[in-house]
């Protein structure tokens, strides 16, 4: 659509399909999301390259200083607790034994709880042949994983020399400070380029890279073997990830998979961020389109291609090594604890375990900076597009207003305990969806469901099935509305019912200044956004009366 | 991996990558105009 209006932004797109004075303030949504996900993501970005140097030059913390060794894991995954594993943690080998047996010591249950954050009622519920597993577990994460996470708080300064949190300001150590300032003028320099010069250049080198890196990392993942255990190989982490689980427990009630909302919610997120959907930026690239150019073909290629990359390689890298050195049981906490814990905390400790270790952990953390430039690159063109074409700058000066006001806004992702998860929570979880329902009911019921096809049809190669035009226009609107209403029901309504959202927040980030400071910088964000369009359309007005 | 997870994980690779490779055969030899200048 953006192409067959002629324009770069989803704000212009839709006051050409919707001729209404609120189209351009739905449309400011398509501007705000990207530029806030920017804000975020780049230093995000930062840390993935930061990560890939500090694998190179060895200043991540080693397993080797814990005393545990690849035969430690060997004899944990035989149900063998040895003294190694034991040693600086605060249960003993009566403790364990005790455990073994049915039995949960004092210092076990405050094990488990800290560890897992496991009630006295879940051990006690656990059944003898999950016993060991989860106490192994456990042992994985605190002995293990904990330090690398630690070293993940240090590198955005959480917490202080001694791992004691730092409070509300981080203090940020200025290797992570640089990196991300080298992030962040290499993106002013790709975006200063332009979109042939910069933007295709940066994908046609970089989307190579990171097909190649992700094969060798691939590669070296499925010939793993089984160096700690039998039962723990690639194909192990592959049965986690594949193998259907048909029933979840939801409130101590088992539920059908499919019939559970959080199934579905889980899913949409995964596809809205990956695809880049609900965001703007794929409106943005879509508009340097030719009228004539097939819209089927390029979007059908542009999904296939992430999804080769994301549901054959991504799935065959992170989650099988895991599994073959720690098991499943601990890489099912490990990747419930989320992606930053499964990426910066659960991933270096496994290089380590293997051979030219170093090398791929390097690879690891580049292929993800490929992934994530890539993206901020992408993110960062609807606004220095509606700069070019709402108020007429060239694009240095495009690109130097985007830069001032990016740059400041980062720092509070830098300096302020929560605010990254805020914006990530409204921009990045809450944005994308509602943007996707607005655009699809423009699209569909106030263009034309009719008109909508044929423009999708103009110049098309492959002939799309009318099955997902019903699909636009009938199914797809209550789904994201059903996800929508959902997603405020579990996310808002509930806590308010239990009143956990006035200690923890909506966002989860308790509600300290600085989480009410990040709230009201992106209120002022979507005004000054709004008033800027506004000035841009009255312009544009006179513009045409004069 | 049990029967099921095999079906589900070879299913869904070899439809991305069909899918994948169709997609850009047609674009570099298919009458797609999105390579011409």
Known sequence: MAARAGTALPLACFTWMWCHRLSKYLGVLGLFLPTVILIYYSYLASWTLGYSIYMVTDQLPKVSDTGITKEDLSALARGEVSDNVLANLPITRVDVE????GTTTSKMAEFLKKALNLSDEKIAQLPPEKRLKTLEAAIVKEKIVTPFDNARKAYIGAVDAQGN????????????????????LFTLYVLWRGVSGGIEVLSKVGMPILFILAVVLMV?????????????????GLAFLWEPKWYVERDGQQRFVLFDPQTWLAGVGQLFFSLSLGMGAIQCYASYLRKDDDVVLTGLSTSAANETAEVVMGSSIAIPAAVTFFGVTATQIISAQGTFYLGFASMPPVFEFMPLGQILGMLWFFLLFIAAITSVVALAQPFVAFLEDEYGFSRSRAVAVLAALWLPSTHLCILLSGSLDVMDFWAGTFGPPLFAFIEIILMMWIF??????????????????????????YIAPPILAFMLGFWVW????????????????????????????????????FIAMCVMVRIAFKRKRQEVAS | MSLQGWIFMLSAWTFVLALFLYCFYRILFGDSTQLQK
């Not at chain 1, 981080?170 to 962040?184: E, N, S």
């Not at chain 1, 255990?229 to 192990?236: H, I, K, T, V, Y």
């Not at chain 1, 096809?453 to 103009?458: M, N, R, S, V």
Request: hydrophobic share 45%; proline share 7%.
């Open chain 1, 98 to 101: 005790a455990f073994q047996q």
């Open chain 1, 165 to 184: 949190p730092v409070g509300d300001v981080y203090r940020v150590p200025m290797f992570a400070y640089l990196v991300f300032l080298g992030v962040f």
């Open chain 1, 220 to 236: 070296r993942v499925f010939t793993l073997g089984h160096p700690v255990s039998e039962a723990q190989g690639p194909l192990s």
């Open chain 1, 448 to 473: 034309g469901g009719e008109k909508m096809w044929a423009e999708i049809k103009h110049g098309a190669q492959i002939n799309p099935p009318t099955f997902f035009y019903y699909c636009a226009k």
């Open chain 1, 490 to 525: 579990l996310n808002i309504l509930v806590p308010l019912i239990n009143g956990t959202i006035f200690q923890q927040g909506v966002e989860g980030q308790g509600t300290g200044w600085t989480v009410w400071l990040t709230r009201i910088y992106l209120i002022l964000l």
